[in-house]
């Protein structure tokens, strides 16, 4: 098919007729008469003569040829390149939509993750001890991680917010020897709520890092919409969020406007730090994104960014679903960041439903005597 008005077998004649006739006219000899001369010549001359219109004749006759195949290729080019596959066109507006795509997903979903899930995510603030039978706590710290509401009144976290003293080798070593460890204080602080909120352990896996915490009742609490759970695995290298409260109250005093943040700078680990950021609506949480690099069992690994505080966490897919819990990190690996799969927290979650709530979820308070030490258990 072509798009002119020359036909091939003209282009061809043309050129072909051109070059056949430039080549007779230098075959017979032919030269033009050069006025000004004198038709005394002799004979030599005129074959001296003869020889210099041949060959400027020669020359002459090869440049034409060349210029009349130039052009006749030239026209074959314009009228009968073929136009481009409207098949490859497709594939290749196709793959500028998958890029387009692509480019909109790694800009957009921490953001808008962040903006639909966030009130429902709270930053978990305790203190616990672990002690021998009338003595002195050997160990008292403060704890710092992060919960999201799975259920009405029901937050998911990691055993090792809901109790501090889970994989602690320090904590166990007193244990094995008789101590106690014990919860004194264990609040969770919202986006939207000026005070805490009292929570408890309802329930923690035997076998890995996940916990339910019940909230106490309130009008607050039973706003709090419960975060969509995945139906379906994902594969490796989906598109992943974590949002959570990573370096937990610095982090957010960190954030805070300057004059805040001139304020609390060094109280970044206290209580009256974080009953100041909730009353001034400064708890708000980070988010994160990378993709899901391997999945081995009900262990998530992925290349979003965290640190303490961030444990307890949801991993959200690209859909918007909690695919995870997130639960640790491996320092100075980018890509080692462990969460547990959400199929591992749905039975505790059915487990926590069939307990009844206490009547108070209100926990002794903190002795007065005893200091509270900076966090001994990385979170």
Not at 79 to 86: G, I, K, N, T
Not at 138 to 147: E, F, P, W
Not at 152 to 179: C, F, M, Q
Request: with cysteine; proline share 8%; hydrophobic share 40%.
């Amino acid at each position: 098919m072509h798009h002119g008005s020359y036909p091939a077998d003209i282009i061809f004649r043309t050129v072909a007729t051109t070059a056949v006739a430039l080549h007779n006219v230098y075959a017979a000899g032919i030269s033009l008469p050069r006025s000004g001369y004198s038709t005394h010549m002799s004979e030599t001359e005129s074959h001296q003569e003869s020889d210099a219109v041949c060959e400027s004749w020669q020359r002459f006759i090869q440049a034409t040829m060349g210029i009349a195949i130039l052009v006749g290729a030239g026209l074959l080019a314009h009228y009968y390149a073929p136009m481009p596959d409207d098949g490859l066109k497709e594939q290749v507006a196709q793959l500028n939509r998958q890029v387009q795509q692509l480019k909109q997903e790694q800009a957009v979903p921490a953001v808008s993750m962040l903006n639909q899930y966030r009130d429902s995510i709270g930053y978990v603030y305790g203190v616990y001890r672990v002690s021998m039978p009338g003595q002195t706590p050997a160990i008292r710290a403060r704890i710092s991680g992060t919960a999201f509401v799975v259920s009405r009144g029901l937050l998911a976290t990691n055993r090792h917010v809901a109790e501090p003293w889970y994989g602690d080798s320090e904590a166990t070593s007193y244990i094995k020897k008789g101590a106690t460890p014990e919860l004194e204080q264990l609040l969770a602080f919202f986006p939207g709520s000026p005070t805490p909120i009292d929570v408890m352990p309802v329930t923690v896996s035997a076998q890995g890092d996940l916990a339910i915490l019940r909230m106490a009742e309130s009008s607050f609490t039973r706003q709090l919409t419960p975060l969509p759970l995945a139906t379906a695995a994902v594969p490796p290298g989906e598109l992943v969020t974590v949002i959570g409260y990573p370096m937990g109250i610095a982090g957010m005093v960190a954030k805070s406007p300057s004059s805040v943040y001139e304020r609390l700078a060094y109280r970044r680990a206290d209580i009256g730090a974080a009953n100041e950021l909730a009353a001034l609506s400064l708890i708000r949480p980070s988010a994160t994104y990378g993709h899901l690099g391997d999945i081995v069992g009900d262990k998530l690994i992925y290349d979003a960014p965290t640190a303490h505080g961030g444990s307890g966490g949801p991993v959200f897919n690209s859909r918007g679903e909690v695919i995870g819990v997130n639960s640790a990190y491996m320092d100075g690996f980018s890509g080692g960041t462990l969460g547990v799969s959400v199929s591992s927290l749905k039975p505790l979650i059915a487990v926590a439903k069939t307990k009844t709530t206490p009547p108070d979820l209100k926990t002794p308070a903190p002795t007065p005597s005893a200091a509270v030490s900076s966090a001994s258990l990385p979170q």
